[in-house]
């Protein structure tokens, strides 16, 4: 019998809690990302970093308010969910996570999307799996 193969979904669920949005950081937007995300929202470079985004020596990034992504709010969640940074979309998977088993308990206790149920073996063998199907695996 051939084995399925794996589903984000036995191990990730996003609830749009919007915990990963916040905190006085953010993450670093490549190109492909400025792209994506300047075309989910319609607007020019220049209205992108006029209003969200903030540039410092030529690193882009997303402006933080009250304490969290400009994207950000507790009604709606990310407002630029379909056009957001790889990074964003990657997290909570993040590979670093299969080589400490208190990485992995840390972030799931603070992310309600990761499967309560599995152990780090458990998560880990899935997870990878994973990774194996899709080298850039997004959330």
């Given at each position: 019998?051939?084995?399925?193969?794996?589903?984000?979904?036995?191990?990730?669920?996003?609830?749009?809690?919007?915990y990963c949005c916040q905190g006085e950081t953010t993450v670093?937007?490549?190109?492909?990302?400025?792209?994506?995300?300047?075309?989910?929202?319609?607007?020019?470079?220049?209205?992108m970093e006029e209003q969200y985004?903030?540039?410092?020596?030529?690193v882009?990034?997303?402006?933080?308010?009250?304490h969290h992504c400009i994207f950000y709010t507790a009604e709606s969640g990310c407002?630029?969910?379909e056009g957001r940074p790889w990074r964003c979309g990657q997290w909570p998977l993040h590979p670093s996570i299969l080589a400490d088993e208190d990485n992995f308990r840390t972030i799931r206790e603070s992310c309600p999307g990761i499967n309560q149920e599995l152990s780090w073996e458990q998560f880990c063998g899935v997870f990878r799996l994973l990774l194996e199907q899709d080298k850039r695996l997004l959330c």
């Open positions: 019998m051939k084995k399925s193969p794996a589903q984000l979904s036995d191990i990730f669920t996003c609830t749009r809690c919007g670093s937007l490549d190109q492909e990302d400025q792209a994506r995300m300047m075309a989910e929202l319609g607007l020019s470079r220049e209205e985004w903030r540039v410092t020596e030529g882009v990034q997303m402006r933080i308010v009250d407002a630029v969910h």
